[in-house]
């Protein structure tokens, strides 16, 4: 079962929505007739994890709301499958899983676009980002990733945190100290041309190898928001954390199109009406934590300083943001600049 703090499920209970943290809705909830319709939910973070028991949350209201009709089953760590999140993505395009969470730089693969939610240095705050997110911008990720077969919700982007660069021997305090530094980033373009960029070596390596390969120094660093140094114990193999806040990074909930669209509209709507309650739970819950894990890591051995970011976004320069301007297209650059100023 997964571990849930004390505040947090008082939270819930007082909300009237905790239902336990199991990986499958409770059976309790449910009629004893089989469910209408079954679903797997897919995410990478381990069981222990603050997404994995926010998720579990969700379906299991789902399924006693829907009195059965809707049960979704939620598999940490994508269930374990070879190809990690791009694999679970195509095998979420193809019909073959129901339901992922997935941050804009992996979806940028198949839907460019999404890219745009994890841009260097362009969000200043979570409160900004999902004020982007929730409207328009995020609309026009929606519209393109039913375009692939995707559903995306609206009100579903739940948080992870702004990522910070954690290394085995040295702090990152400006640029020239990333410079032939091998850094572990996801299998994403964004993050390759941002660390190319700053003079470092990107490799790609699972979520579910970072360990060993910062144990093994495979790599001298990795780039996460604190929740994910937490629940994966990065903290074990690397000491030093450098607070860039170089992007800020999320999870998409994301839903097959055609299992989506064949649900009926008051499954739907009680699906909707959960997802936008539960993600604004994890929201505040995730952001409270990436506080304190500042004060945790430090006394789990971590020694933290703050990055000079302006100097990092001036390294990028016009270049970066040019070519990212161009990839991102027009549109999706002016609604972004709208809301966070002239990036560039």
């Known amino acids: 079962m997964a571990i849930l703090d004390p505040q947090r499920r008082k939270l819930l209970v007082r909300a009237g929505l905790w239902a336990g943290a199991a990986g499958l809705a409770s059976p309790g909830l449910l009629k004893a007739a089989s469910p209408t319709w079954t679903g797997r939910q897919f995410h990478n973070q381990p069981a222990e994890s603050h997404l994995h028991t926010f998720l579990v949350d969700l379906w299991t209201q789902v399924a006693k709301e829907t009195d059965g009709r ?8 994508n269930g374990g499958i070879a190809g990690s999140d791009p694999g679970a993505l195509d ?19 198949l839907v460019p676009v999404a890219d745009i939610q994890g841009l260097p240095f362009a969000f200043t705050s979570h409160a900004q980002v999902h004020r982007v997110f929730d409207g328009a911008l995020g609309t026009v990720i929606g519209r393109e990733c039913a375009a692939q077969g995707i559903h995306r919700f609206r009100f579903g982007l739940m948080e992870n945190g702004f990522r910070q660069i954690g290394m085995i021997d040295r702090p990152i305090a400006v640029p020239n100290d990333l410079v032939d530094q091998k850094i572990r980033v996801p299998d ?10 700053l003079g470092a ?7 579910s190898g970072l360990y060993d390969a910062l144990k093994l120094h495979k790599v001298d660093g990795q780039e996460n928001p604190l929740v994910v140094t937490e629940f994966n114990k990065l903290y ?17 909930l994301l839903a ?51 990055a000079d ?5 001036a390294t990028l320069g016009d270049g970066f943001y040019g070519r990212w301007k161009t990839r991102l297209g027009g549109t999706a650059w002016s609604l972004l600049e709208a809301e966070v100023g002239k990036l560039g």
């Open 70 to 77: 809707l049960v979704v089953t939620v598999f940490p760590q």
């Open 91 to 109: 095998m979420l395009q193809q019909g073959d899983l129901q339901f992922f969470t997935l941050m804009g730089g992996i979806l940028g693969k």
């Open 188 to 197: 994403g373009d964004l993050f390759r041309d941002l660390f190319s960029s």
């Open 201 to 207: 070596e990107p490799v790609t390596v699972n979520i």
């Open 236 to 252: 074990e193999v690397s000491h030093y954390q450098s607070m860039t806040n170089h992007m800020w990074s999320g999870f998409n």
């Open 256 to 306: 097959n199109a055609q299992f989506w669209n064949g649900l009926p509209t008051d499954v739907q709507d009680i699906v909707n009406t959960n997802v936008k309650k539960f993600v604004a739970l994890q929201r505040t819950y995730t952001d409270r934590l990436n506080t304190q894990l500042e004060v945790t890591l430090a006394g789990r051995g971590q020694r933290f300083n703050v």
């Open 309 to 313: 970011t302006a100097r990092f976004r």
